[in-house]
């Protein structure tokens, strides 16, 4: 397994979308390389031939009558939103201003 | 006058069938009993007080009008905070949930609230259930009622340390790893993780989909079966559920309780001991594996290889699981948000990480960060599709293993509960603690842990497992109970007897 770095670790971050600060990153960095040698083992264990299991139970293709059954009203939808603007979730601005 | 918060749900049932006491009077004992310990232990994140006592009098009315909507109507439930509850706070706690209330119940929720059981309220838990010892929670961690200084196991620790000091009778939790069987063994009280799709995950927050099954914590193995049979059986909101009927426990409880084990054959995990395990938590393996002899099992040693690979596995799967699973927090539609300092009119995305940054702990930030990692392109096939083989290689181990035996036993957890603190900041020796608990898991497979005594080092309790084959959950029931049942004959009483009573705690 590779090393995991500083850099690496502020890369998934992004990816992840949680704001690291450099504190954070100083104190994460280090813990997940450590978590991650200890599981660097497991490439070696399966055989080729070995199937992945997603799930204990293989269930496919579960289906159930096509029929309607009553769902959250808007005003329960929207009663735990940050902000609420004309019966819709009001969010902040998706695009910046050169797109 | 009797103090109802000593009995057992099955007594409270009883009880209340009898007509000896009405579920107002023993809703308020445990609530009397929260208010005097839970500054101490601090098991709720909630309490509903005015909710559970309203429930209470409407099941007084439906008994006095000789229509109990099921026999554990009326008594009183704990319930763990990362089961939405509609009309009272759900945070599975986090701050990026904090003050949210579900517009909605978890299936089992409904379960309970049909069945008449007033809801206490929520306990404590690590951050959605990440951890071991419910010093993840955002709100503070539960203290363990048989020394306040230790840790209560985790993440269900609020729900197992809210049944051990007599705060509720019967609670729920969810286990992914061990949740409900690890705090269990910690705490003196019994927990089981029921078969993969044997209860409902609809409302249950998702921690990682694969592993996660709600079950029952309670101090008896009959009041688990009670419950388990309660909450159990399939749900068309649960796609995972499955559709059959479930054994019968509450009569597999019953058997085991003669103490009679003649037929039953044991396997003993060999690689589930030894290096690792507490002296004190392995002695007391052994003399149960023992007294289940005497009372007329037979005894073998089973080797599950793949077992020693669990681990890995496990943190890679769940961590895989969980970052997808926790990127539905983005501040849009419900929970916090959180506005970067110093940007003007941020976007949506800036405004996503800085609230992911506020909201989650560190627990939770290293498992999305390693998850993210493991289902990055370059690194799936190497770590997240060999975990998944190896999965497979487990339950084979498990399949082999019960060709041999009827069920397989292992101390619960490797040690009795560490100090609050002590391995905090330590994220490896934290996961040691899910070692024996986290193949059933991974197998989908049930699991009980019952008190097997206390370990001499530090006087404090163990836990005995035992596992079965996937839908067998009764016999998990038949040898829990039995072992409960002969334990109890050498102690003179249950386990939590020896507990203290902690009369007069600062609140």
């Known amino acids: 397994m590779p090393d995991i770095s500083r850099d690496d670790v502020a890369h998934l971050a992004t990816l992840a979308r949680i704001d690291l600060s450099d504190a954070e990153l100083d104190h994460l960095a280090p813990q997940l390389a450590v978590i991650l040698d200890s599981i660097a083992s497991i ?54 201003e050169e797109q | 006058m009797t103090d109802w918060t000593r009995s057992t749900a099955a007594e409270l049932a009883d009880a209340l069938a009898n007509g000896e006491t009405t579920s107002v009077e023993l809703t308020q004992a ?180 694969s592993l996660d099954q709600v079950g029952p914590v309670t101090r008896t193995v009959l009041d688990s079966a009670l419950l388990h049979e309660l909450v159990g059986g399939h749900d068309p909101r649960d796609s995972t559920s499955i559709d059959q009927p479930l054994p019968d426990l509450v009569a597999a409880a019953e058997l085991g309780a003669t103490g009679d084990m003649s037929g039953v054959r044991i396997g003993v995990v060999k690689e589930l001991s030894g290096e690792g395990y507490q002296p004190g938590v392995l002695a007391r393996f052994e003399e149960s594996v023992e007294l289940l002899v005497k009372a007329g099992a ?118 009795t509960a560490f100090k609050l603190g002590e391995k905090l900041d330590d994220p490896l020796a934290m996961y040691l603690n899910d070692l024996a608990t986290i193949p059933a898991n991974l197998a989908g497979v049930p699991g009980i842990s019952v008190p097997s005594g206390l370990a001499d080092e530090d006087g404090l309790p163990a836990g005995f497992q035992v596992l079965a084959p996937a839908l067998a959950d009764d016999r998990v029931y038949r040898v829990g109970a039995a072992l409960e049942k002969l334990l109890a004959d050498q102690w003179g009483g249950p386990l939590l007897a020896q507990a203290p009573t902690l009369d007069g705690v600062a609140r």
Request: hydrophobic share 40%; net charge negative.
């Open chain 1, 43 to 96: 490439s070696e264990v399966a055989a080729e031939d070995v199937p992945p299991t997603s799930h204990a139970l293989p269930l496919t293709n579960v289906f159930r009558e096509d029929v309607a059954t009553p769902g959250l009203t808007a005003e329960q939808a929207l009663s735990g939103a940050p902000e609420v603007e004309e019966q819709r979730f009001s969010v902040p601005r998706i695009l910046g």
């Open chain 2, 30 to 209: 445990h609530l009397d009993r929260t208010a005097a310990v839970d500054g101490a232990v601090h098991a709720y994140l909630h309490v509903d007080a005015e909710g559970a006592l309203a429930q209470a009098e409407a099941s007084d009315a439906r008994r006095a009008a000789g229509s109990p909507a099921s026999r554990l109507d009326g008594v009183p439930i704990a319930v763990k905070d990362v089961l939405a509850t509609q009309g009272l706070p759900t945070t599975c706690g986090s701050r990026i949930l904090e003050g949210w209330i579900p517009p909605y119940d978890a299936t089992v929720v409904d379960t309970l609230r049909r069945a008449g059981l007033p809801i206490l309220g929520k306990t404590n838990m690590d951050e959605f259930a990440m951890g071991s010892s419910t010093e993840h929670s955002a709100y503070g961690p539960t203290h363990n009622p048989w020394d306040l200084d230790r840790i209560p196991g985790g993440s269900g620790g609020g729900s197992a340390a809210a049944v051990a000091s007599y705060q509720a009778p019967l609670a729920l939790g969810t286990d992914t790893g061990g949740s409900i069987r690890q705090p269990g063994a910690v705490t003196g009280t019994v927990g089981v993780k029921p078969t993969y799709g044997g209860v409902s995950r609809y409302g249950l927050v998702a921690l990682a989909n």
């Open chain 2, 298 to 415: 037979e005894v073998v040693e089973v080797s599950c290889p793949t077992f020693v690979h669990a681990l890995a596995t496990y943190y890679l799967i769940l961590p895989a699981e969980a970052s997808s699973n926790l990127a539905k927090f983005d501040a849009m539609r419900y929970g916090l948000r959180v506005y970067p300092d110093g940007v003007d009119a941020p976007s949506a995305e800036e405004v996503m990480r800085a609230t992911r940054d506020k909201g989650f702990g560190d627990e939770v930030k290293r498992r999305i960060i390693l998850g993210t990692y493991a289902l990055s392109s370059g690194y799936y096939d190497a770590y997240y599709g060999q975990a998944q083989k190896v999965r497979t290689l487990i339950s084979r181990d498990f399949e082999a293993a019960f060709a041999k035996a009827d069920v397989l036993v292992s101390p619960t957890a490797p040690t």
